[in-house]
């Protein structure tokens, strides 16, 4: 079985900036895709970006430059570093880990409001 553990959520004024995390712990194995999703009222879950186990990354066209993911693959651990916020970031990130199956996070909550 696999958990992923989320933090870095909140509350942040348009312009700011926020670090999500995502602690994956369990059976994992060592080639794998971790990812960030994002679902905002009302709307679907969309993926925001996602990191091959060699580094290799892709971007929703609508966050490309202004966030940047990495990962720890010794922690098992993926980053979501989101610069330049805008107020239609707003959503409940997901982390999501990909292996033979696919684990979802419980999700944090994200808000850009001044």
């Known amino acids: 079985q696999v958990q992923l553990v989320e933090s870095g959520g909140g509350l942040v004024q348009p312009g700011g900036s926020l670090r999500l995390s995502c602690a994956a712990s369990g059976s994992i194995l060592s080639i794998y895709v971790m990812g960030w999703y994002r679902q905002a009222p009302g709307k679907q879950r969309d993926m925001v970006a996602i990191i091959g186990s060699g580094g290799r990354t892709n971007y929703a066209d609508s966050v490309k430059g202004r966030f940047t993911i990495s990962r720890d693959n010794a922690k098992n651990t993926v980053y979501l570093q989101m610069n330049s916020l805008k107020p239609e970031d707003t959503a409940i990130y997901y982390c999501?880990?990909?292996?033979?199956?696919?684990?979802w996070g419980q999700g944090t909550q994200v808000t850009v409001s001044s």
């Open positions: 999501n880990l990909l292996m033979v199956r696919e684990y």
